[in-house]
């Protein structure tokens, strides 16, 4: 079965520290990755996604990505944290099935804290 | 240009009630979606269109019912309210999913 897995539940940084929010799929054929981040009481926002070339995928606000096919990882990441930056982030994967419906299986999500 | 709205914020439900969750875009965007999203389950997809006159099943669509008429409109409607579906239900449109704000039911 198709899935995507994020480990951690939360993650805990300084702020100004660097930051890892893992994330670990398993799909038939060439995955496609995405990232999302969710603020309190708001919808999910599109940070990056990965489809073909350069395993390193820069996105919005600062982070970026990086595709690992060996470990089958797509972790995201950022140089210097910021307390802002806490939110709850969301990994997902293309369904290889589900031909032009572009439908995405999610992770459960990991909630970021930044503390100052 | 709004993005997607969705219509209410907040509502709450008594058993065996019904309502329809509205989601409008002005993407013009062929493809829209409706997840649910409970605590630590992040999020499952309900059902999805992939144009005018055209929705499909997705992963928990018990209890749920959608039309798409327009281009804009993805209608959510629930039949028979019952407490399983407390949730944020969320509508996403566009192949890289452009989220709406979100409505939050309680049935009780």
């Known amino acids: 079965a198709q899935s995507v897995a994020q480990p951690e539940d939360q993650v805990n940084v300084a702020e100004g520290n660097p930051l890892t929010v893992k994330c670990t799929y398993s799909?038939?054929?060439?995955?496609?990755l995405f990232w999302y981040v969710q603020y309190p009481n708001r919808g999910l926002q599109f940070l990056l996604k990965?489809?073909?070339?350069?395993?390193l995928v820069k996105g919005s606000y600062g982070f970026e990505a990086e595709f690992n096919k060996s470990q089958t990882s797509f972790h995201l990441k950022k140089p210097s944290a910021l307390v802002s930056d806490s939110a709850l982030y969301f990994c997902?994967?293309?369904?290889?099935?589900?031909?032009?419906?572009?439908?995405?299986?999610f992770g459960t999500g990991t909630l970021l804290a930044v503390q100052p | 240009n709004a993005g997607v709205t969705q219509t209410p914020k907040f509502r709450i439900l008594k058993i065996g009630q019904s309502m329809t969750l509205q989601c409008t875009q002005d993407?013009?965007?062929?493809?829209m979606y409706w997840y649910r999203q409970d605590p630590g389950m992040g999020l499952k997809l309900i059902y999805y269109?992939?144009?005018?006159?055209?929705?499909d099943k997705g992963e928990v669509p018990n209890g749920y019912n959608v039309s798409r008429s327009t281009t804009e409109d993805f209608p959510l409607r629930l039949e028979l309210a019952a407490p399983s579906q407390t949730s944020v239900y969320f509508c996403?449109?566009?192949?890289?999913?452009?989220f709406g704000p979100g409505t939050r039911l309680t049935v009780l």
């Open positions: 799909v038939s054929g060439n995955p496609y």
């Open positions: 269109s992939v144009g005018a006159g055209i929705t």
């Open positions: 996403a449109i566009g192949s890289e999913q452009f």
């Open positions: 993407m013009n965007h062929n493809y």
């Open positions: 990965y489809i073909t070339g350069d395993n």
């Open positions: 997902a994967v293309r369904d290889p099935y589900g031909g032009a419906t572009n439908k995405l299986i």
